[in-house]
């Protein structure tokens, strides 16, 4: 039988295209190369410019969660107030980080599936004083996209003094976000909507967040401080921790393609066919975790069809063995239903064969569709593409 690589359609790592494994495979040079030092400075420029940040960009090795400590740590201080608002686990996972910095943290949470409006944001933050306020853009937990844009207008016309920190992790490249949307701090890592493997954290940060953490002259942490890491990323001939190489060369060719699609269409061609990838999906009689007006379109979250049968581990098995590797549900979810990516540098053909794997899962665990009836949902859609 022939074997054939399984479609990676987690909400990520996402696939890896062959122009950035190549960039993976070159030969490691010293990070004081003079070609490796260009390669650095450059893209580090192009991030602060595509995202409109006044501020400065950070590529630093590391996780999504490092990227979270990063971002909480060089803009509050101990005792200080902060909002959480949070839509999910990965929203929820500000609560320890704070707790463990010393903040007092006040928590806004929306039902799961569900998100708060930026109305009770600014409830909350009419309470008392807040240094900062997060929010998580898209959980991957939910597949809920907060209204980003909204709440940074708010912050901007009634709460100019609160910074707004952003988790932006299954978001930023596939999820529309600018640093001039009132956004402080921004962040996402290398393996969900850029498409590169993980191992790097990226993080932008506004002109009046490097002011904050210059203004309290040392923080506790070390590795992830901001003064630490400014010097490197304007001029990466200079040295604080080793960088990634070749994850940064991977990261740049990342970047590349994303110039070269444009950053604007490639926001609105996640929109499009995370729409029909969804539409596919209730044809066969799934439904998403997220209401229609709030749904992510990087990751989704697909419920059971009632009275279909399907057993959560067994069709997430028999799906692996169609093709396609699916992400199961966490906490409150689990067992209710899986989590498809659809981010990043896929193509037409990946998601043509995601819907039929799903098709032939569907029926050899004894739900009965009609074979192509998702496929033709998406065909069509695509064929206006």
Request: with cysteine; net charge neutral; hydrophobic share 45%.
């Amino acid at each position: 039988m022939i074997r054939t690589p399984k479609l990676l359609m987690i909400p990520g790592p996402t696939p890896v295209v062959r122009s950035i494994q190549d960039q993976m495979g070159r030969e490691t040079v010293a990070f004081g190369d003079a070609g490796f030092i260009a390669d650095f400075k450059g893209l580090v420029a192009d991030l602060k410019a595509m995202w409109r940040c006044d501020g400065e960009a950070f590529v630093v090795a590391g996780t999504g969660t490092m990227a979270m400590e990063m971002a909480v740590a060089n803009v509050t201080r101990r005792g200080e107030n902060i909002l959480i608002c949070s839509h999910g686990f990965f929203g929820d996972r500000f609560i320890d980080i704070c707790t463990r910095k010393g903040l007092s943290a006040d928590v806004l949470k929306a039902p799961w599936g569900t998100i708060y409006t930026p109305e009770q944001v600014d409830a909350e933050l009419s309470r008392k004083k807040y240094a900062a306020v997060t929010v998580t853009h898209v959980d991957t937990a939910t597949g809920v996209l907060a209204p980003l844009e909204a709440i940074g207008d708010m912050l901007k016309k009634k709460h100019p003094e609160v910074l707004l920190i952003v988790d932006s992790v299954a978001g930023a490249g596939g999820a529309e976000a600018w640093m001039d949307w009132g956004i402080d701090v921004l962040f996402t890592c290398s393996q969900k909507a850029f498409g590169v493997a993980p191992g790097l954290a990226m993080l932008w940060a506004s002109g009046r967040a490097v002011g904050k953490r210059r203004a309290m002259e040392t923080i506790p942490e070390s590795y992830f401080d901001f003064e630490r890491w400014i010097p490197v990323m304007n001029d990466p001939s200079k040295y604080w921790g080793t960088p990634a190489v070749n994850m940064i060369w991977a990261l740049k060719e990342g970047v590349r393609l994303i110039k070269e699609e444009g950053l604007e269409e490639r926001y609105a061609r996640h929109v499009r066919q995370a729409a029909l990838f969804v539409s596919s999906m209730e044809a066969l009689g799934f439904r998403t975790a997220a209401a229609k007006e709030s749904r992510a379109p990087t990751l989704s979250i697909f419920f059971y069809p009632e009275g279909s049968g399907l057993d959560d581990a067994a069709f997430r098995a028999k799906l692996a063995e169609e093709g396609v590797q699916s992400a199961g549900c966490l906490a409150e979810f689990a067992g209710k239903g899986f989590r498809l990516g659809h981010m990043g540098n896929i193509d037409k053909h990946v998601l043509v064969g995601t819907i039929a794997s799903v098709e032939r899962a569907c029926i050899k665990c004894g739900y009965r569709v009609e074979p192509g009836r998702g496929l033709a949902v998406l065909q069509a859609g695509l064929a206006k593409e």
